[in-house]
């Protein structure tokens, strides 16, 4: 409990402030004491130089006295120069005092002037004076004179003497309590920095803890407390160096959970956390102590294997995690089947470095997956596939980046009036090796490797922008853009739906979201609540590819949408095939009841609208109207139509 006093911030800022205040204080004390000092050198100096001038006034008067003595006991004229010389010789220091002195100095100083005029006087009268009994009778009057005289100067002279006494004694108790006060303040900035060290101290090895603790959550997974992917980088480089000096092959498990994605989705994110730190406790237990384990991230986990020896013991430990991870999970009662694809590499029967022994072991996993084996060993060849979808997914993370995609535009029109109103966003990948992709060569990995999210994010940007662009321009197309189930599930998606729609300055009901059965099915109360708060932002939405799911239709009364869109399947085979025309009038029967517009896809000619008009269908797309064509060429389109729409008009 004290180190966490002595480590709390609260402390070190209250310990520096009060150093900071002590020190201050002692340096105050300090500076006072020596402009006290100063201060009363200044006063004493004073005293003294007022006392010595009454000193010389004393001086003067008793040499004028001697020299009166001298010359009345004489009698000779010669002896009167002294006594005139000393006359008046106060004067100036009188003078002095009444100017400079102290209020009490210039009383005094009056008094004694007044006195000592009258001394000087009957001195100079004595001198000057005719016979002797004048001189006498003077001398005696001056004798007088001088007594009142002396008795005024020794009563100054003790009151200087007692003013200064007074003055030294209240310095020294004055100088004697600030001695006192800078030691204290001196015993106790002392101990104010004997606490700030220890406190220092404690802040040191607080910022240790935190270092050392820093450095484990960088090599450590912050959910589980797993090795993360650098790590596990580490190991393999130390198990690698370790394999070339014994000649001991090591193995590398790259796990990939298989039902993990729709449980995190339907029972929420809580649940997935919670699943995802068992099934680690499951695999850390699974294997050795010498083995690492690692979150590689999301559902994606990895085995480090030092000192495998063969394959056949890689696949006992393989059998070993299987066996761990099929047994039921239990999350607050509900019981939940996991399941595992395992990828195995070995080094240095596959794999040159720790780099490529992990790529290796992420082919072999996604052969395990794709074939369903449970647990698949790296072969030569057997990556041909997996590598492709590996390099799928990195070159898509760097075509978001470089901005390499492209978005193309497939018109819709009014099925009555045949008037264009809108456009179905679609996306194309301009590869600069293999030329321009469809979205089946890249929509699938994306989806698989948590990319939809920002290629969503992507589409719409660009698309929105574009439509700004063309509103400048005088059209205004509403645009309809696919969203992807991560996407509908993400609790944020409104808001930044809501941001991007008051960047671009567009207004809502311009812009269509197109959802999949499939992406309300996997968790229909969240994507109720997402679609909801889309609705109240304004923009329309879409079920895309409607009849092609199996569950959909329970849920579609409640569903905020405002249109379903009728998959290609069924009208593109509606004249010919009898059972595809049954559901495109049962599907239009059901949007109209339910008040929702109908959007058909896939309708390649005039029959087929035709059809679709008799039956009461309200919006058509297909290359009927056009293929998908970049912006530009949209927008060419669009104003060639116009044209021909201006002169059927006035035909």
């Known amino acids: 409990m004290l180190s966490n006093w002595v480590e709390a911030r609260t402390t070190v800022q209250t310990t520096v402030v009060s150093l900071t205040v002590g020190l201050a204080a002692l340096a105050g004390l300090a500076l006072w004491t020596s402009l006290s000092m100063q201060q009363a050198a200044t006063h004493l100096h004073e005293l003294t130089e007022v006392s010595d001038r009454w000193g010389v006034v004393v001086q003067n008067v008793d040499v004028a006295d001697h020299a009166l003595t001298d010359y009345v006991r ?3 004229p010669i002896m009167s120069q002294p006594v005139a010389t000393a006359a008046g010789a106060a004067d100036e220091s009188l003078r002095w005092l009444k100017e400079n002195g102290t209020p009490a100095d210039v009383r005094a100083a009056t008094i004694v002037s007044d006195l000592y005029d009258d001394y000087t006087v009957l001195l100079r009268e004595t001198v000057i004076a005719a016979d002797p009994v004048t001189t006498l009778q003077k001398a005696d009057q001056a004798e007088l004179t001088l007594a009142s005289l002396r008795k005024q100067l020794s009563t100054v002279v003790q009151l200087k003497r007692l003013e200064t006494t007074d003055y030294l004694r209240s310095a020294e108790i004055q100088n004697g309590n600030l001695r006192t006060a800078a030691l204290i303040a ?7 920095v004997g606490l700030c060290g220890v406190v220092l ?24 407390g797993l090795a993360n992917r650098t790590l596990l980088t580490q190991h393999t480089a130390q198990a690698i160096g370790r394999s070339n000096q014994t000649g001991d092959p090591l193995g590398l ?17 809580a649940f997935g956390d919670r699943l995802l730190q068992l099934v680690a406790t499951r695999l850390t237990s699974a294997v050795r102590e010498v083995d690492t384990v690692a979150r590689l991230g999301g559902d994606e986990f990895a085995v480090l294997l030092p000192s495998v020896s063969t394959a056949a013991n890689a696949l006992i430990v393989a059998q070993r995690v299987h066996k761990a ?7 607050d009662g509900l019981a939940v089947d996991v399941g595992c694809s395992i990828g195995v590499a070995l080094y240095p029967t596959d794999s040159a470095d720790g780099h490529e022994l992990l790529k290796h072991a992420d082919i072999a996993m996604y052969a395990a997956k794709r074939a369903r084996l449970g647990t698949a060993v790296y072969e030569p060849g057997l990556d041909e596939h997996s590598a492709a979808q590996l390099t799928v997914i990195s070159d898509l993370r760097r075509a978001l ?3 390499e995609l492209v978005l193309h535009y497939q018109p ?3 099925l009555r009036s045949g008037t264009v109103c809108g456009a179905e966003v679609l996306c194309r990948w301009q590869h600069p090796r293999h030329g321009l992709l469809g979205p089946d060569r890249f929509i699938p990995a994306a989806e698989e490797t948590g990319l939809i999210e920002p ?7 660009h698309a929105l922008a574009q439509c700004r662009a063309w509103h400048l321009d005088g059209r205004d197309v509403p645009i309809s853009v696919n969203v992807g189930a991560q996407c509908l599930h993400d609790r944020t998606f409104p808001e930044q739906v809501s941001v991007l729609l008051e960047r671009h300055r567009v207004p809502a009901d311009v812009l269509t979201l197109e959802i999949t059965e499939s992406a309300i099915i996997a968790d229909p109360h969240r994507a109720s609540d997402v679609l909801t708060r889309l609705r109240d932002l304004g923009v329309r939405l879409s079920i895309d590819d409607f009849g092609t799911g199996y569950s959909s239709i329970a849920y579609l009364r409640t569903m905020p949408v405002h249109e379903m869109k009728i998959d290609r399947s069924f009208t593109t085979n509606m004249r010919s095939d009898a059972s595809s025309g049954a559901i495109t009038r049962s599907l239009l029967g059901l949007a109209h009841n339910l008040e929702l517009e109908v959007v058909a896809e896939g309708v390649e000619d005039e029959e087929t609208w035709s059809v679709l008009a008799a039956l009461g269908c309200d919006i058509v797309q297909g290359y009927c109207l056009s293929r998908p064509l970049p912006a530009d060429q949209f927008a060419d389109w669009l104003r060639d139509r116009s044209l021909k729409e201006l002169i059927t008009a006035s035909d």
């Open 401 to 403: 980046d470089q901005a």
């Open 201 to 224: 101290l404690g802040h040191r090895r607080k910022i240790l803890r935190q270092a050392a603790k820093s450095e484990h959550e960088a090599m450590h997974d912050a959910l589980t």
């Open 253 to 269: 498990f790259l796990i990939d959970l298989n039902r993990f994605k729709p449980i995190n989705d339907t029972l929420g994110h």
């Open 186 to 192: 001196f015993i106790v900035d002392l101990g104010l």
């Open 412 to 414: 819709k029109a009014d």
């Open 74 to 76: 004489s009698g000779t």
């Open 455 to 461: 290629l969503t994010q992507y589409v719409l940007d």
């Open 325 to 331: 991870l099929d047994e039921a999970v239990d999350l």
